[in-house]
């Protein structure tokens, strides 16, 4: 019996493992190290057989091994090497094991062994459940999940007839759902997700529509035109923002999307999945609400921006490698004297080039590596003034502060510590909040406010009168002065509502005890219209642009 039960198990295993879809079946001999897999396994794990049979044990490892994920081998090694050595008659162990369409899925293996009459082990036989097929499904909107995305692009691109048309792939994302979590609760935000891929449903035509990770959905469309693309994503745009519901209330939406078309811009999925996440960053970044096609300046750009990260953050953590500082004046209005001093960052690559704020200080932001260079600043900024202070000593410094920083539980003592160690009286020190980042804690940011101005130091709201910083806020926050946008003042001369806008702004400030200063002063005529509106102060173009510290202290501070 011993020799030949193996041979004499394979018709009844064949039976077997052809009635079973998602369990695949097993069956070892442990003598022979000869093993035999149902079909379906050798297909979906791509394990290689001639003849279905195989040996298993060969220099001291096992042919399916090349399909388990590297951190599960040892542990299936130990587990099938305790049933071979004969202490213990059972496996039951869950591992990740590659498929073909190169995704790692959970599988469930459970074997016995049988033994023969004296009690040696003949046979270890069972089977493995394919634990991916069971959670296929997002368990939050019931849409297909992101591993069946790959599975039938994989199949579609490997598996089908090379006349099939070309797939056109869509990859959206909600614009600014972290704030809807943030305002609401991750409940709520799951509610979102689900009442729109509810739309993405009724209007999914003859799209797979699959949930990605986070916010994005991705729709599959073989035989797409871009034009049909396009309608598809405006028609979802307009049910985003009329017919996602939760709880019987309309929530309005907005939505972003990148496109592209397999086999045109990438042949194998990962390059399609990176090339779709450029066109959303894209879309995003570059006009949200909008569908960008994938195009080469598209990855041209988005690698720029990687190499530029990596370079940053090497710089970050070489004790602010890079960056240096320049300085604008701030001019009064009343008697055209300096009145102050705004410290502005910049950096260079390695290649010598100085990179524009707009492009590095949202990626330092977005990675919270803002918190450090900004320390940088401050430091940096009153390093620089207490030396200035020694021929101007009413000089005052202007540093730009992102809401992060505020948000640092230590930011309010290393201010302190700072104006300590280089001796600058507080009031010589102005914080501007910029208004690159949303407000979440309102109250939290009050306090911050509050607790600096008893210090004696100014609190100032950067960019007023666009995004956050509107009028609402000077109910909100407690501050002793605004900058008025330089966006209100390049057209002036020639635009009658800016003027009035300006005019309402300074006047409105000023009569609730907030001193005002007006950015963007370029040219002699703007200079004049805004003066007959009595700010506090002016900066501008037309006073200098920003400079180097000894440039600035031989052009402004030196006496």
């Not at 996602?244 to 990148?258: E, L, N, Q, T, Y």
């Not at 055209?336 to 492009?359: F, H, M, Q, T």
């Not at 730009?400 to 539980?409: A, G, K």
Request: hydrophobic residues 40%; contains cysteine.
């Amino acid at each position: 019996m011993r020799e030949n039960i193996f041979e004499q198990s394979i018709e009844l295993f064949d039976i077997l493992a052809n009635s079973l879809e998602s369990s695949y079946i097993f069956m070892f001999d442990i003598k022979s190290g000869k093993y035999r897999w149902s079909r379906a396994a050798m297909d979906y794990f791509n394990i290689p057989t001639e003849n279905d049979v195989e040996n298993i044990r060969g220099e001291g490892s096992y042919a399916m091994l090349r399909s388990i994920h590297p951190e599960d081998r040892p542990g299936f090694e130990e587990d099938f090497e305790r049933v071979v050595r004969g202490e213990t008659d059972m496996q039951n162990g869950e591992y990740r094991m590659l498929n073909r369409y190169g995704t790692y899925v959970w599988v469930l293996c459970r074997g016995t062994v049988l033994r023969d009459e004296e009690g040696k082990i003949v046979l270890f036989a069972g089977a493995m459940t394919n634990l991916g097929h069971i959670g296929k499904y997002d368990a939050t909107t019931n849409l297909k999940n992101i591993y069946e995305f790959r599975s039938d692009l994989y199949k579609w691109m490997f598996d089908s007839d090379s006349n099939r048309p070309r797939i056109g792939l869509m990859l959206l994302g909600i614009d600014g759902f972290a704030r809807i979590n943030e305002k609401y609760n991750y409940l709520f935000g799951n509610k979102v997700l689900r009442s729109f891929g509810r739309q993405l449903i009724e209007k999914k035509g003859e799209m797979e529509i699959y949930r990605m990770d986070g916010d994005k959905f991705a729709c599959f469309w073989p035989g797409a035109t871009e034009e049909q693309l396009r309608k598809v994503f405006h028609d979802l745009q307009d049910a985003a923002q009329h017919a996602v519901k939760v709880d019987g209330r309309d929530v309005p939406i907005s939505i972003s999307g990148g496109a592209l078309f397999y086999p045109d811009n990438g042949q194998d999925i990962e390059l399609l999945h990176r090339n779709l996440e450029y066109a959303l960053q894209w879309a995003k970044k570059n006009d949200r609400r909008n569908l960008e096609f994938f195009t080469d300046e598209i990855l041209q750009e988005s690698l720029r921006e990687i190499e530029i990260l990596d370079e940053l953050m090497d710089c970050v953590r070489d004790n602010c490698r890079g960056f240096f500082l320049c300085y604008q004046p701030i001019i009064h209005n009343g008697t055209g004297e300096l009145y102050s001093c705004e410290a502005l960052c910049r950096w260079v690559d390695k290649n010598g080039r100085r990179v524009p704020p707009i492009e590095f200080i949202p990626l330092l932001e977005s990675t919270g590596a803002i918190v450090d260079v900004g320390n940088w600043i401050l430091e940096t900024g009153l390093r620089q003034l207490s030396v200035w202070q020694k021929v101007r000593p009413e000089l005052k410094i202007n540093i730009n502060v992102s809401y992060l920083q505020f948000q640092h539980e230590e930011f309010m003592g290393f201010v302190m510590d700072m104006l300590k160690k280089y001796k600058v009286a507080p009031e010589c020190l102005v914080l501007e909040l910029t208004e690159t980042c949303k407000i979440v804690d309102m109250e939290g940011l009050r306090t911050e406010f509050e607790f600096f101005r008893s210090q004696g130091i100014h609190v100032a709201l950067d960019d007023f009168g666009t995004g956050y910083a509107s009028v609402s806020t000077l109910k909100e926050l407690p501050i002793d002065s605004v900058k008025i946008d330089h966006g209100f003042v390049s057209q002036l001369p020639k635009n009658q509502s800016d003027r009035h806008i300006i005019e309402y702004l300074i006047s409105l400030s000023q009569k609730l005890g907030i001193e005002v200063c007006v950015e963007g002063i370029e040219t002699a005529a703007i200079r004049s219209i805004v003066q007959s509106y009595a700010p506090d102060s002016l900066q501008g173009y037309f006073f200098s642009h920003p400079l180097e510290a000894d440039d600035f202290f031989g052009k402004f501070v030196k006496l």
